[in-house]
Nanobody, 120 residues
Framework: QVQLVESGGGLVQAGGSLRLSCAAS????????IAWYLQAPGKQRELVAQ???????DYADSVKGRFTISRDNAKNTVYLQMSSLKPEDTAVYYC??????????????WGQGTQVTVSS
């Protein structure tokens, strides 16, 4: 059974930092591309950051220079270090794990989300 479990969310003041974790089980983690998405109330889910199986990273313009995504394949975990947080970063953050290689092995999994609230 595949599980993605996010943790690390919470309430923080503007300018503060949080580190989100996404722990995966039941999948061959090292071949997965992992992404963090956020969904604010009443809005669509949007991509925040992603890291490929090879370690390449990409970020939404709104978080460049403030957020860092990383992965530890030995721990089957991806991290999102968030710094200089702004009230507009407030959202539920979701972990997504995806494999788009060999057709018969393709998959797409989501975690349950973790709430991040940034107060002004």
């Amino acid at each position: 059974q595949v599980q993605l479990v996010e943790s690390g969310g919470g309430l923080v003041q503007a300018g503060g930092s949080l580190r989100l974790s996404c722990a995966a089980s039941g999948i061959l983690f090292s071949i997965q591309d992992i992404a963090w998405y956020l969904q604010a109330p009443g809005k669509q889910r949007e991509l925040v950051a992603q890291i490929t199986s090879g370690g390449s990273t990409d970020y939404a313009d709104s978080v460049k220079g403030r957020f860092t995504i990383s992965r530890d394949n030995a721990k089957n975990t991806v991290y999102l270090q968030m710094s200089s947080l702004k009230p507009e970063d407030t959202a539920v953050y979701y972990c997504n794990s995806r494999y788009r290689g060999i057709l018969t092995l393709r998959n797409d999994y989501w975690g349950q989300g973790t709430q991040v609230t940034v107060s002004s």
